[in-house]
Nanobody, 127 residues
């Protein structure tokens, strides 16, 4: 079973930056789309970004984070990253990563393949 461990969260001031890591063990993520999701208190979990396994690593972003967040992958390290910049208080949430569904063209969709979630990593944006 694929295990993903999130890290890199913390407390940051508005306008600051953080880089989250999603490290995979037991299986290679080379052929998997991986997505980042977040859940704020009292709200449903939402998709933030995903990166495909197809050539060129196509990516997708939620409208709320476009231009501020960048997802990337390092298959050699079996890790996916989420670089977050220009952070806002509304970005405060627990962030999770997961293997995601894909289209027939192997483009990622921000829907988790599984209902099992890790512990996530807390991101708090506050002055």
């Amino acid at each position: 079973q694929l295990q993903l461990v999130e890290s890199g969260g913390g407390l940051v001031q508005p306008g600051g930056s953080l880089r989250l890591s999603c490290a995979a063990s037991t299986f290679s993520i080379r052929y998997l789309g991986i997505g980042w999701f977040r859940q704020a208190p009292g709200k449903e979990r939402e998709g933030v970004s995903c990166i495909s396994s197809s050539s060129g690593d196509p990516t997708m972003y939620a409208e709320s984070v476009k231009g501020r967040f960048t997802i990337s992958r390092d298959n050699a390290k079996n890790t996916v990253y989420l670089q977050m910049s220009s952070l806002k208080p509304e970005d405060t949430a627990v962030y999770y990563c997961a293997a995601v569904q894909a289209t027939k063209e192997s483009l990622c969709i921000m829907r988790s393949l599984s209902n099992d979630w890790g512990q996530g990593t807390q991101v708090t944006v506050s002055s």
